[in-house]
């Protein structure tokens, strides 16, 4: 830990500014999908408690360890899919008025439209 | 290149990712993308991760550990992939709940693994908040998930002095981490642990349905700091970023959910808003009359218009009426009359719900009407089809300033030429506040299931 605490607390604050005005203006359609977006992101502990059971010693730590990264894995694959799935719902619009490429032209709906998974409502 | 540099770049990249997906998810161009920057990051995190020689040097960890992925992978991806549409604010709501958890636990395991009697005071203060926050995300995130499910009531749940009990357990806590932090005491951590999920849950009760996407929000942002904190702990840059952004952003996108419903913050989390003034509003609606009508009523006034207006609500959500909603369109459309969907920006469960449930019946695009652009269409409208809304068309909200929705912005149906309301009873919406446009002679309302409702207008209509 070369920086020392001081070098982390630089990080966070500069990360909190970038938090903060990154998403500045986000429609209010779009609301549901951020959160549930940015809740992927977290999922980033997933790595914390990789370490952790990576250094467990004891059977106590390693039980902890296990549980967490369970319920890590359940926040980040949750996460990411569930985001999918909403989006995907965005981007049904376009597709719908005949489009044939499907490509999100449309101001308010927009969102890529490669992927062509088919799981989710009854398109 | 050292492992160490290499290890810093990879997780860089996965921080630019990270950026890039929340960039991405504030515009509707741009999000999916966004959404995929995000997972590339978490991929290449993980992935790296993995051949870190702490991670990987125990191969009896390193199989509990892919056993417990495979678990996770295994209960997530059907989880996240078979609920309804109209259950996704609850599905955020766990998956962020188990995240803070996540954190809670490294925190614990840090905390144990510390050696003793060496250990500098922010270390323990990290660890602290870490346990803290993440367990109240855990507790709260949980009692969220069984309001929104219906396990419990979604109305708020108050008992006599319940601020002053939550104070004091709020006071409890900080104390109990203080003596952690002095004593370095295993079994108070424990304690501490447990604290915190009873003030998780304490913190959440009184918070009614309508508001808890919000409080899901705030949660979140919770989470992303515990998650930061955890970052602190073990001296990783990616997680106290990471942790941050989610923190940092959530935190504003809470406010900016918060003015969508024309409220503060303060006042969603502490007002237990709705619980009062129910009682009054089934007793102000003993003494009016309403005019309900059937459905074959109905059915020939929708037929015979020239425009209808539907506005959908909480109610239509609950009852996943969307594609009974869309054949009705179609069945009057298909007579000449000119449907539109007014949606206000929090009808439904969430903020921006209502437009990805209409989507996924294949309601065409053009239909969908954003509440600025509906309203000046309202005077023109022969009929407002109002289905399981209530409180973002009450024009208290206009008219009322005593009123606790007041200065909410709502969809004027009261200007459209007829009302009709779809309702399961007469009791209040979320807000629980009465409507008088309920009582309006140009108001008729129709009782029952919003589906069931709407799926005998669509017959009413074709006989009409």
């Known amino acids: ?123 | 290149m050292s492992r160490g540099t290499a290890t810093d770049l990879v997780y860089l990249v996965a921080i630019v990712g990270f950026i890039l997906a929340l960039k991405g998810l504030s515009s509707p161009k741009h999000a999916r993308a966004g959404n995929l920057a995000g997972a590339v990051g978490m991929l290449l995190a993980v992935g790296w991760t993995f051949s870190l020689p702490s991670v990987h040097g125990d191969s009896g960890d390193l199989i509990l550990m892919l056993v417990a992925m495979a678990i996770g992978i295994a209960i997530a991806i059907p989880a996240a992939r078979l609920v309804k549409m109209t259950a996704m604010p609850q599905m955020v709501a766990i998956f962020n709940g188990v995240g803070g958890g996540a954190a809670a636990l490294v925190s614990v395991t840090e905390f144990i693994a510390l050696p003793s009697k060496t250990i500098a005071v922010y270390k323990i203060v990290e660890v602290l908040f870490g346990v803290l926050v993440g367990s109240v995300s855990l507790s709260g995130s949980a009692i969220a998930f069984a309001k929104l499910q219906e396990i419990m009531t979604g109305r708020p749940i108050t008992y006599p002095a319940q601020q002053v009990v939550n104070a004091v357990v709020g006071a409890g806590v900080l104390g109990l981490a203080v003596a952690t932090l002095v004593t370095a005491s295993t079994p108070l951590l424990v304690i501490l642990l447990a604290l915190s999920l009873v003030l998780g849950v304490i913190f959440v009760l009184p918070i009614g349905g309508a508001d808890v996407p919000v409080l899901i929000s705030l949660l979140n942002s919770f989470t992303g700091l515990a998650v930061a904190a955890s970052g602190f702990t073990l001296n990783s840059d990616l997680l106290i970023v990471a942790g941050t952004l989610v923190g940092a952003s959530g935190m504003l996108l809470t406010r900016m959910m918060s003015q969508a419903m024309g409220r503060s913050l303060p006042n969603i989390l502490f007002s237990a808003f709705g619980s009062v003034v129910t009682a009054s509003g089934s007793e102000v609606s003993g003494d009016r009359s309403v005019r309900s009508g059937t459905p074959d009523d109905i059915g020939v006034l929708l037929a015979y218009a020239r425009k209808v207006a539907i506005v959908p609500g909480y109610g239509l959500a609950v009852a996943q009426a969307q594609h009974t909603a869309r054949e009705l369109a179609e069945a009057l459309a298909d007579r000449g009359v000119e449907v539109y969907y007014a949606i206000h920006p929090v009808a439904g469960r969430m903020p921006g719900h209502m437009n990805v449930l209409l989507a996924e019946a294949n309601v065409p695009y053009d239909q969908l009407k954003e509440m600025d652009e509906a309203n000046p269409e309202m005077q023109t409208t022969d009929v407002a089809l109002v289905v399981g809304a209530n409180d973002v068309v009450n024009p208290a909200a206009k008219n009322s300033p005593g009123s606790p929705i007041y200065g909410m912005p709502i969809i004027n149906v009261e200007q459209a030429g007829n009302v009709v309301f779809l309702k399961r009873s007469m009791r209040p919406g979320f807000a629980g506040i009465d409507n008088d446009l309920l009582y309006d002679p140009k108001t008729t309302l129709l009782f029952g299931d919003a589906k069931e409702s709407l799926s005998k207008l669509v017959s009413a209509v074709a006989s009409a």
């Open chain 1, 1 to 123: 830990m070369s920086g020392g605490i001081l070098g982390y607390v630089t990080v966070f604050v500069l990360a909190a500014f970038v938090g903060y005005e990154v998403i500045s203006k986000v429609p209010s359609i779009l609301h549901t999908p951020l959160m549930s977006g940015s809740n992927a992101i977290h999922g980033i502990i997933l790595v914390g408690t990789m370490i952790v059971l990576g250094h467990a010693h004891t059977p106590a730590e390693q039980a902890l360890g296990f549980v967490a990264v369970l319920l890590a894995t359940l926040n980040v694959v949750g996460g990411f899919v569930v985001t999918d799935r909403m989006l995907e719902m965005f981007k049904a619009k376009p597709a719908d008025r005949g489009a044939a490429g499907a490509r999100a032209a449309h101001g308010e709906s927009g969102g890529s439209s490669a992927g062509g998974s088919t799981e989710g409502g009854d398109r």
